[in-house]
């Protein structure tokens, strides 16, 4: 007896829908209402006109079959006004927001009422009728309990007529068709609730992932939020924004007190979590080795922190790109593991140009397994007022509605009329130059800018 009830019980859920979900498929009855509309307005004009121009002035004699077609106007403009109306009510009971879907199934049915009391063609009413079905459980989603008991009243009364002038045979097919309607109407209804409970445990994934994002996103802000202090020699600014919450891109400064000894900027392939735990990972590594190895030719630390990182990040696949600095006086030492080449400012010449954009000191990149490391250093001065424009490669390869990149020569000339401004106003001004070729697209990768300029 339990295993019985159990199995009731289990089936009768299977016909069950949650509040919400009958929400989300009102939504879709909605918009289905409004292709309905368009039909039953379309054929009731189509029809009524033919009716008109067929019969001519003989139309008093029709007026059946020309009220019959002019009531599908009227049923799609009801329709659609009390569908109009439901949607404004949100706070109305479920039953109430569907009652357009509700009396769109009801008065086209009534038809196929009139169609048996106005025409002598026994298969007329049939066909209306069958065609009623059909409509309503391909195009809307209605609960079984209302449809059934809505055809089964339709379909006696029908049966009854055409019982009444003999016809037993139509009369048994309309209750064969309902029969097997009802049987369609509770398949579908059944496979609604899956489809709808599948798509509530997937957004509840997706917010869940979204949430993580979020919570990742603020930790990894937290990693690198720090206060910067009054430098003595340097002046620093600097952007970054993800593509989408979490990023790939990292930029850190390394200080004794107000002295800038050196900085790097550091781009990690791929986007999303993966990639931005990466930034994450090194980070501490970058910060250890830099300051415990202050003795050592710059190339070597990047050695040391490419070891470091392979062994570290274990299977991880990601890999990174970047530029590591290291301030002696007005010597600036450089090493470019794979990255976009630095823009250099000459205050006393005004010239802005690609530093190293031949590739004459660039190095493999950083945390790479299946490449043999090689790194080479290289160094220029810093005079008061020259600046060194450190990016990640998602400056020059943001593009505009028409895919265009915006290119190394775009963002030069950029950097150029930007470094006449003030210095606070500098990256603001490169951040419009992008925001007025992008046309304000979205972002296809992390962005990050960082300007040091040499007081």
């Not at 879709?28 to 292709?35: G, Y």
């Not at 449809?147 to 045979?169: A, C, Y």
């Not at 010597?331 to 976009?340: F, K, L, M, S, W």
């Not at 028409?402 to 150029?416: A, C, I, K, N, P």
Request: with cysteine; proline share 2%; charged share 25%.
């Amino acid at each position: 007896m339990k295993a019985l009830k159990h199995k009731f019980r289990a089936f009768y859920n299977n016909f069950i829908m949650d509040k919400d979900l009958k929400s989300g498929l009102i939504s879709k009855n909605l918009h289905k209402l409004a292709q309905l509309e368009q039909i039953l307005f379309t054929f009731g004009l189509i029809m009524t006109v033919v009716t008109i121009i067929r019969y001519g002035s003989d139309l008093k004699n029709h007026l059946i079959e020309f009220f019959y077609y002019f009531a599908y106007i009227l049923t799609s403009i009801h329709v659609l006004f009390v569908a109009i109306h439901s949607k404004r009510h949100p706070e109305w009971p479920v039953w109430r927001r569907n009652q357009a879907t509700y009396i769109a199934i009801f008065e086209v049915l009534i038809l196929s009422i009139i169609v048996l009391y106005s025409s002598n063609n026994p298969l007329s009413p049939y066909t209306v009728y069958t065609n009623v079905c059909i409509i309503t459980i391909v195009m809307l989603s209605v609960e079984p309990i209302f449809f059934i008991t809505l055809l089964f009243i339709f379909s006696f009364v029908i049966m009854h007529r055409l019982w009444e002038h003999g016809e037993i045979f139509v009369a048994l097919n309309i209750l064969l068709t309902t029969i097997v309607m009802s049987a369609l109407s509770l398949f579908k209804w059944n496979s609604l609730i899956k489809e709808f409970r599948l798509e509530k445990i997937r957004d509840n994934h997706l917010e869940s992932i979204e949430k993580e994002i979020e919570l990742a996103a603020f930790v990894q802000e937290s990693f690198s939020k720090r206060k910067m202090p009054e430098l003595k020699s340097y002046d620093i600014a600097y952007y970054s924004k993800a593509m989408a919450g979490v990023s790939g891109d990292m930029y850190d400064f390394y200080t004794d007190d107000d002295i800038l000894e050196g900085a790097g900027i550091f781009d990690v392939s791929g986007h999303g979590i993966a990639s931005g735990l990466v930034t994450m990972l090194v980070r501490n590594i970058f910060q250890q080795e830099f300051h415990q190895n202050e003795s050592s030719p710059l190339y070597e630390v990047m050695e040391i922190i490419d070891k470091r990182v392979r062994i570290e990040k274990r299977n991880i696949e990601n890999y990174l790109t970047g530029i590591l600095l290291r301030m002696k006086k007005n010597t600036i030492e450089i090493v470019n593991a794979g990255h976009p080449c630095p823009i250099l400012y000459r205050k006393e010449t005004g010239e802005c140009s690609y530093f190293d954009e031949k590739r004459k000191y660039s190095s493999t990149v950083i945390g790479l397994t299946s490449i043999e490391p090689f790194f080479q250093e290289t160094s220029f001065e810093m005079k008061s007022g020259d600046e060194i424009i450190l990016f990640t490669d998602g400056i020059k390869e943001a593009m505009n509605m028409r895919h265009d990149e915006y290119g190394s020569s775009r963002f030069l000339t950029s950097v150029q009329n930007a470094v006449k401004k003030d210095f606070e106003s500098q990256i603001p001004s490169v951040l419009a130059d992008i925001g007025h070729f992008t046309e304000n697209t979205e972002q296809s990768d992390d962005i990050t800018i960082v300007i040091i300029r040499k007081k």
